[in-house]
Each structure stands twice: as C-alpha cells, then as structure tokens.
C-alpha cells in the first residue's frame, strides 16, 4: 500500500456516498462521483461516462422500485499513487409496495484514481451472491 491514512478513508468515504446516493435518488451527486470515462457494470448491464449514468440512476429514481438501503462492510483497499483498488461485500435490503421484501447479498469490485487530491470511481462491478425473500 502506497497511501496515506487519508486516501484510505477518503475512498471508504466515496464508496459510502455512492451507496447513499443510489438509494436516495441524488443524480448529480452520484454522476459526480465517477471519473468522466468511468464504467459501472451491473447485472442490467453496463453504464459509461457521465451521461449513462445519469440516465441510469434518473431511471431508476423514477422507476418504482420501492424502498432500498444499500451497506458495505469489509473493504480491502489497495492504493498506489493516485490509483487504487477495492474490494467490498454488500448488503441490500429492499422493500417493494406490496410489502414483501429481499435481502440481497454480493461483492463490488472498484478501481478509483485521484486527480487534484481528489478520489472518483473509475471502474464498479457489482456481484450477486445471494438473495433472500421475504413478506412482511
């Protein structure tokens, strides 16, 4: 590892925000957290740059998903200069409008970079491992 203390939270800070921003529908702050070039890929597919992803999270503030609380836990974070990698298992929990429910387990797979002092998602995989139904 070939960072400081502060690029280690500064990037566990940025992974939070992206969780909280997903849930919580904030466009411009979830577009402003990845580099312009910058790729998500999810089971629906794959999102690139800046206007993919604003489309992506605009449609899926507007789609009817219900209620959704995404965590992360167990970050194993490698930083060298201005680039590092991470690793992060997460929970979601869902809630639809009917009242059932799932419990969604997986792992994201990031890179990040710095410019200026600053660290943005360059690359976001996201996996699957389990998913638990359940009425409420």
């Not at 979830?30 to 800046?50: I, P, W």
Request: overall charge negative; charged content about 30%; proline content about 1%.
């Amino acid at each position: 590892m070939n960072g400081t203390a502060d690029d280690l939270l500064a990037i566990q800070r940025l992974h939070h925000r992206y969780l909280y921003c997903l849930d919580a529908g904030r466009i411009d702050e979830f577009v402003d957290l990845f580099h312009e070039d910058a790729t998500l890929a999810l089971s629906s597919g794959d999102r690139s740059g800046h206007d993919d992803l604003r489309t992506f999270i605009r449609d899926r503030s507007e789609r009817d998903l219900g209620e959704s609380v995404h965590m992360a836990a167990n970050p194993v974070v490698s930083i060298d200069g201005t680039e590092a990698e991470g690793r992060w298992y997460y929970v979601v929990a869902k809630r639809f409008d009917d009242g059932s429910g799932e419990l969604g387990f997986g792992t994201h797979e990031s890179t990040y970079r710095s410019a200026d002092g600053t660290w943005k998602i360059d690359t976001m995989s996201a996996s699957r491992l389990q998913t638990v139904e359940f009425d409420s």
